[in-house]
Nanobody
């Protein structure tokens, strides 16, 4: 079994910065692709950023140039550094990981519990 634990959410003023992290623990052999999603009240969950094991990154257009995703392949951690935050970035942020587990032939996607990010204007 694999657990994803997120940390780093909170309240920040518009224009400020915030760092999120998500650690995978349990029967992890490796993490293939990490992702960050977010869901605002009344909105659908949307992809914010993704990073492959080879560090190829993909961002939602609205966060390009402001957010940076990175990863640690040894510690099985993904980070999201968020700059120039706007009120529309307010949401619950979820990490996802496509995990290769010990003793399993195929990978499986796991989700974190979510962490609240609130940007005050």
């Amino acid at each position: 079994q694999v657990q994803l634990v997120e940390s780093g959410g909170g309240l920040v003023q518009a224009g400020g910065s915030l760092d999120l992290s998500c650690a995978a623990s349990g029967s992890v052999t490796r993490v293939n692709t990490w992702g960050w999603f977010r869901q605002a009240p009344g909105q659908q969950r949307e992809l914010v950023a993704q990073i492959t094991r080879g560090a190829i990154k993909n961002y939602q257009d609205s966060v390009k140039g402001r957010f940076t995703i990175s990863r640690d392949n040894v510690l099985h951690i993904v980070y999201l550094h968020m700059n120039s935050l706007k009120s529309e970035d307010t949401a619950v942020y979820y990490c996802t990981a496509d995990v290769q587990e010990i003793g399993h032939d195929s990978s499986q996607t796991y989700w974190g519990q979510g962490t609240q990010v609130t940007v005050s204007s």
